[in-house]
């Protein structure tokens, strides 16, 4: 040991808990946010395209989509302003998006 002492250190019952994700506050429905698809270039020429007939196939509605790939960029950053109604339908868009060509990050 190196001597240092942290105050309340030292059993597990003075260890820091945790009530979960987010301090243990639960999402309300419908909520709406901005989806991010980072992706590479070169396996999806057409993302903007293929996202879009996506969240149509899943019924879930999208207000924008807009993306940024610059010129000789290896990845494209693609947002989509969606709104989902359920835990289920939020795991399955983030599930959905991710089988996209090329998708490397669903945030």
Known sequence: ??????????????????AGPFGGVQI????SFD??????LAEAPDFQAA???TLAR????CSLI???AKPGATYG?????????SKASMDRL??????LPGVKAVI
């Open 35 to 40: 989806l991010r698809i980072i992706y590479t």
């Open 77 to 85: 950053r693609m947002g989509a302003r969606v709104t989902v109604d």
């Open 51 to 53: 996202l879009a007939a």
């Open 66 to 68: 807009q993306g940024v």
């Open 28 to 31: 309300e429905f419908p909520v």
């Open 94 to 99: 983030y599930a959905e998006a991710a089988k």
């Open 58 to 61: 899943i019924s879930i509605p």
């Open 1 to 18: 040991m190196n001597g240092i002492q942290f105050p309340g250190a030292g059993t597990p019952e003075s260890a820091p808990t945790c």
